[in-house]
């Protein structure tokens, strides 16, 4: 595609949040007579769906510990479900399945769930939570679980399909996704904080304003931005905490066992709900019934055709190496430091067999190929979503983000008409204010 000398808006990543935003903003502005997806171009330096979006396992919930989330989520799945067959979206609901450390704090979210009318079932006690599983799944085993929250809503959908029909909306309205180009810094105007060009290796592109969605490289554009590398947060107590990284990485673990995803049907024949366990019953390998940890951990799955199999993943861990000398690249799959091991497939199969009886003896059919990636994440954890250098607006999801569909149309509407009430809770001013989410007792450093 021939590179225009100017255009309106410029967005920055083919993922999830990018493509959402062009498709949102192109449909606003033809809407409101203000123009069109002609004044959109999309750049990326690989190709659509080439970042986190396209090897996300791709759950879709609302279970958050934190009611700005919910809110959020609430709002994303109503985007998902406006039209499942283009986002390759599968409606079957999700369940948080909790030990009595977190059973309170999921009874919260329950609560909030029922207020903003998003439909969830609530189960507790140790009993009845083990009745409720096993009038789904016949062989449920799993220990040290209090209550269950099932989500009606949600559910998953196939990551690079799903990106797919979000570029086919935007670029039906006319928007350009012009791939294997590479931002590599911005032009400013005189005496004006303002960005008025986006340097690439093809040149420069001026423009008007920009959208960031850069997913994992976030930390790479917020250093080309010239934002600060550090931060300060006010804590709860009023003290702050100065010299903060505004950024740092996770190592996502996840996998797929390779058994017919039939195998995984309800009692009634039906395609089952996500699943998320946390437990801290002490977990032990299937294959030879050594301790593997007896501290709490989680994992998550369901049976997914995509993947060829049983899908999930269980904890990330955190990325010792400074931002900086992080190797982003090459990303996912194809990168030699940020794939999943034995230990990671020893540690999954057990949790599955420890869940349910089916997945006993079964750790000889896991997929032996490249698995996981990383996620760039904000010094809370939780998204920013804001304007910088005035004509700037950043969409750093820390890791959240494939869910997180309905942000593109927030996004799109400030663009156009002032700011989204759900899209405050999430300002970089938050930390120097205070304002802070709330934290949950979840191994998960996302709920
Ligand atoms: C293994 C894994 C599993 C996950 N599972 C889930 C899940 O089940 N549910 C969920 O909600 N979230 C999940 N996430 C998180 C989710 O995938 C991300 O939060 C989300 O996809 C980020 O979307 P994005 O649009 O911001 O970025 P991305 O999808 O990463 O897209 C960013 C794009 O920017 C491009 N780019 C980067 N730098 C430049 C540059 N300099 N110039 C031009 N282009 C550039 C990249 O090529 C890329 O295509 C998972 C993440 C991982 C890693």
Redesign the pocket.
């Known amino acids: 595609m021939a590179l225009p000398n100017h255009v309106k808006t410029i967005i920055?990543?083919?993922?999830?949040?990018?493509l959402s935003t062009a498709w949102h903003l192109a449909a606003k502005l033809e809407a409101q007579g203000k123009g069109g997806g002609q004044d959109i171009l999309v750049?990326?330096?690989?190709g659509i769906a080439?970042?986190?979006?396209?090897?996300?396992?791709?759950?879709v919930r609302n279970n958050y510990y934190q009611p700005a989330m919910r809110e959020l989520m609430a709002q994303c799945v109503e985007v998902w479900e406006s039209d499942p067959e283009a986002f390759h979206y599968h409606p079957v609901g999700y369940m948080q399945i909790s030990p009595e450390s977190m059973r309170a704090n999921v009874a919260e979210i329950f609560e909030q769930q029922q207020a903003i009318g998003y439909g969830s079932v609530f189960v507790e006690g140790e009993a009845e939570s083990t009745a409720y599983m096993k009038g789904m799944f016949d062989d449920w085993q799993a220990r040290g679980i209090t209550s269950v929250l099932h989500e009606k809503k949600g559910g998953y959908a196939n990551n690079t399909a799903s990106m797919y029909g979000l570029a086919g909306k935007a670029e039906a309205l006319g928007v350009r996704i012009a791939t294997g180009?590479?931002?590599t810094g911005f032009k400013t105007g005189h005496n004006s904080a303002a960005v008025t060009g986006v340097e690439t290796d093809r040149g420069v592109i001026d423009c008007d304003q920009v959208v960031v969605?850069?997913?994992?490289?976030a930390s790479?554009?917020w250093n080309l931005l010239e934002l600060p590398k550090t931060v300060s947060i006010k804590g709860q107590d009023g003290t702050l905490h100065e010299n903060i990284p505004m950024w740092r990485y996770w190592a996502?673990e996840?996998g797929t066992l390779g058994v017919d995803p039939d195998l995984q049907k309800t009692n009634d024949g039906k395609m089952p709900p996500v699943i998320h366990v946390d437990t801290d019953a002490p977990l032990y390998s299937d294959v030879d019934g050594s301790l593997i940890t007896d501290k709490m951990w989680g994992i998550y799955y369901k049976p997914d055709f995509n993947f060829g199999g049983i899908q999930g993943g269980a904890m990330p861990y955190e990325v010792k190496t400074p931002v900086d000398q992080v190797a982003i690249d090459p990303y996912g799959p194809d990168s030699p430091d940020f794939i999943v091991d034995d230990n990671f497939a020893h540690m999954w199969c057990s949790a599955l067999a420890f869940c349910q009886k089916r997945f006993e003896g079964q750790i000889g059919k896991y997929k032996k190929e490249p698995s996981?990636?990383?996620?760039c994440f904000t010094p809370d954890s939780f998204p920013v979503f804001d304007r910088f250098r005035e004509n700037v607006t950043v969409?750093a999801?820390s890791?959240?983000?494939?869910?997180?569909i309905g942000v593109g149309k927030l996004i799109a509407e400030e663009l156009l008409n002032g700011e989204s009430e759900l899209l405050k809770p999430f300002r970089f001013s938050r930390y120097a204010e205070g304002k802070l989410h709330p934290v949950s007792n979840s191994p998960f450093p996302w709920s």
């Open positions: 920055i990543g083919a993922g999830i949040h990018g750049i990326d330096k690989a080439a970042g986190a979006s396209g090897i996300a396992c791709g759950v180009i590479k931002v969605a850069v997913g994992p490289w790479t554009l996502l996840e996981g990636g990383l996620g969409i999801d890791n959240h983000g494939y869910k997180m």
